[in-house]
Nanobody, 115 residues
Framework: VRLVESGGGLVQPGGSLRLSCESH????????MAWYRQNPGKEREFVAS???????GYADFVKDRFTISRDRAKNTVYLQMNSLKPEDSAVYYC??????????WGQGIQVTVSS
């Protein structure tokens, strides 16, 4: 599976960013896509997922702040991040499990929340 992330960068506390994860493989009706994040020396942690039927799930620490969504026509999953905090700083990774293309990770994208 081929995934390309974009939309990261530097933002002030309280600000917003939208991450995109474009799949170069078709996302069929049976799929799971997710966002994880990781800081140096720490394990990669789950942030949010969207899966068959466009159902969603979130880690407790991002509920009511982050929203995951999918644009079927663009084969793209988004992570809208609002009310960002310094502790949200990390490298964010997109992960996918697709019916035909299999599973895999994107290359990761840096998000820094700092004043």
């Amino acid at each position: 599976v081929r995934l390309v992330e974009s939309g990261g960068g530097l933002v002030q506390p309280g600000g917003s960013l939208r991450l995109s994860c474009e799949s170069h493989d078709t996302i069929s009706n049976i799929y799971t896509m997710a966002w994880y994040r990781q800081n140096p020396g720490k394990e990669r942690e789950f942030v949010a997922s969207i899966f068959t039927g466009d159902k969603t799930g979130y880690a407790d620490f991002v509920k009511d702040r982050f929203t995951i969504s999918r644009d079927r026509a663009k084969n793209t999953v988004y992570l809208q991040m609002n009310s960002l905090k310094p502790e949200d700083s990390a490298v964010y990774y997109c992960w996918a499990s697709l019916e035909v293309a299999g599973t895999g990770w994107g290359q990761g994208i840096q998000v820094t929340v700092s004043s």
